[in-house]
DNA sequence: CTTTAGCACTCACGCATGAGGAGTGCTAAG
DNA sequence: CTTAGCACTCCTCATGCGTGAGTGCTAAAG
């Protein structure tokens, strides 16, 4: 049984794979010679398809059907065969304006690169907010709405706003509040969680005057902040391109070989994958931690739900200072030479707008920001 | 012809409504006295059939298929027949406590709001954030991220909080930031975006001295801000719930009376209005300048790819200040009384939050909590 | 030993056919 | 006006068959 894989064996395979990529069809040996006029007859062909199937990188669902890509086969042509292109430099360009546009305004970085993720790789997109392995407190304002209703906006390193209202029982001056604002900032500057928790535990014990009733309440409000905010930090993907995705082959059922009713079930399949994010779980943290585009495939990772489908991810961001992950989700079925390089794109572009955000910030804070 | 709407009609009429919303299948005659002991023949209530076909409240797509609701027959239930329920007082609680959660945050109201509405009615929800009818200016802070890069935080009335990044030239003492941030907050206070503009004109022309370079760009890009606040506010609906919308018999194969690729291509089409808002265009203006809740039946608007969905609305807000509309959207056959209910329920929830929120900002600030 | 032509075989797909059944419309009697 | 009875319509489902694409195998040629 020991095939050997010669070279044009090989060479079969990254055809059957493109082909298959490109037109969803299980591909024949027929059509390959009469497609790429290769040198040698549908015969050899089929041979070395039956070679290859039984290396397990194709299969045919039942004989007199062409043969299609198992997640091996994808896998082997991923690693070895792909030709390794780039987005072309006037996409590149159209992307890296979108984004000028936009400049400045985090929260539509993260929008724009879900629907430019998915609109070049024509798939659904998933995008996570950058995060700082841990959330320090940087800045703090207080603004009055009405007599009783404070704004509270914190500003944490990074450039990571949150805003939230605040009641409060007695009105106070705009002067009270910017005064209470910078003694509690002055307090809490570079801190992170943990570090305020311990500050209040320790001003609570000994019941320093520094504060009063007013400001405590601002800074359980700050604690309560940063920890939902860490913890939804992790949860929170942002996804986009269902769309995009559904207008792939295997969502048509007049196009899908297997029958409507799989159609609708798999879309609805996908629609609970992208929105909770599961199955993705392992995934997000794992593409964390390493460098480089990641692509998964189909079962590759044990997630039973996540069989059908494929998901190239990249990290982007500054450093060990604050991450994102990044990517594509699609049909094992779709375009890895063409997701791999979008994502690989805008991931290197985000890093970089990022990293124009965090030049001074970076480890060395010697601009300490004192007041 | 001109048959006679007797008062047994309209009760069978509500009868075959409430059915065939329950059930999705068109129901037949026989069924009705079955399952609710009808004190008359099955052949009676199909004369009656008969006579609302006439009047054109039903229809059936051949002989031989159970009646079936037009949208002129919702429309006679929804504004005759339905009983008017209100949620379980344990459901309004339950929701109440959900909002109390996430109290101080408001675009978490917004997303919270999106998926009660759709848990509750079994449908997509749709909600657009709060807007003033014109932003007016309130406060500016200036927060160094770094040498060369500034953090504008804009509050405007009403507590709607923009936050954007802006890269200077200079570095900036972060007393420096404060004072020009209080000398143009001072100077824009209350202001509209016309109002802004003008002020910035005049400036420009007498060259008062007032501001500096760096104040005209912090300003210049207030102006944009608002702008661009202001178009995006039109446009900006967060919707949710396809997921449970998806879950409705239609959009199930083996349910859906008609073949499978109805059922995704009707689903396809759904997503789309979903994520682009459109064939929604005119219904959200029209519903923030209405009171109450508004039902839209099928192609009752005109919008041809609204045709089998049904949209059920309500402005929510405060006065004329600060205004949103959210509502439910989902098959022609959806639950009228449960979808009104959660959407009045949600609108005045949501009216008084915000009423909290400005109480002091709104002329007389009055409990309105009367539904 | 590899390649190739030839051919039988397999299996999905499309289409027609027919039985079964649900539900109506009509008619005539109560 | 109501209702029983019945013919009629038309959907649904299962069955069967022809068709064609594509393979697997075999035997001969390179």
């Not at 039956?50 to 039942?62: C, N, R, S």
């Not at 998915?118 to 659904?124: E, F, G, K, L, S």
């Not at 500003?155 to 949150?162: D, E, P, W």
């Not at 949860?235 to 391109?241: A, K, L, V």
Request: glycine share 8%.
């Amino acid at each position: 049984m020991a095939a050997i894989l010669t070279e044009r064996r090989l060479f079969i395979l990254k055809l059957v794979v493109q082909q298959f990529i490109e037109t969803a069809t299980p591909v024949a040996s027929e059509a390959l010679v009469r497609k790429f006029g290769l040198g040698f007859s549908s015969a050899t062909v089929r041979n070395d398809m039956a070679a290859l199937e039984d290396v397990g990188y194709l299969t045919h669902l039942h004989t007199s059907a062409g043969r299609v890509p198992t997640d091996a086969g994808y896998r082997f042509f991923v690693e070895n065969l792909m030709d390794r292109t780039s987005l072309s430099l006037a996409e590149q360009r159209m992307i890296r304006h979108q984004f000028y546009q936009v400049r400045g305004e985090l929260d539509q970085w993260i929008q724009l690169a879900g629907a430019v993720l998915a609109r070049t790789a024509q798939n659904a997109s998933l995008v996570t907010p950058p995060r700082a392995e841990q959330l320090r407190f940087k800045n703090l304002e207080l603004i009055s709405i009405h007599d009783t209703m404070v704004l509270v906006v914190l500003v944490f390193h990074g450039g990571i706003v949150k805003q939230q209202t605040f009641s409060v029982d007695t009105a106070r001056s705009a002067e009270d509040l910017r005064r209470s604002a910078s003694r509690i900032s002055d307090c809490l500057i570079d801190m992170t969680m943990c570090q305020v928790e311990d500050v209040i535990a320790q001003d609570s014990l000994q019941a320093t005057p520094c504060f009063g009733e007013f400001d405590h309440g601002v800074i359980d409000l700050v604690i309560h902040a940063m920890q939902t905010f860490e913890e939804q930090a992790r949860e929170q993907i942002h996804s986009d391109g269902l769309l995009e995705m559904l207008s792939q082959p295997e969502f048509i059922p007049s196009l899908a070989r297997d029958d409507a009713e799989r159609a609708v079930e798999r879309l609805r399949r996908a629609l609970e994958i992208l929105k909770s994010g599961r199955g993705l779980g392992q995934l997000i943290p794992q593409a964390l931690a390493s460098d480089g585009v990641q692509v998964i495939i189909g079962g590759e990772h044990g997630e039973d739900e996540m069989r059908e489908y494929s998901v190239v991810l990249a990290r982007y961001g500054v450093g060990g200072t604050v991450t994102g992950v990044l990517g594509v989700i699609g049909p094992t079925r779709m375009s890895y030479p063409r997701s791999i390089s979008t994502v690989r794109y805008i991931s290197s572009l985000m890093s970089n707008l990022l990293g124009d955000l965090y030049a001074g910030e970076t480890r060395p804070p010697f601009e300490g920001d004192h007041q």
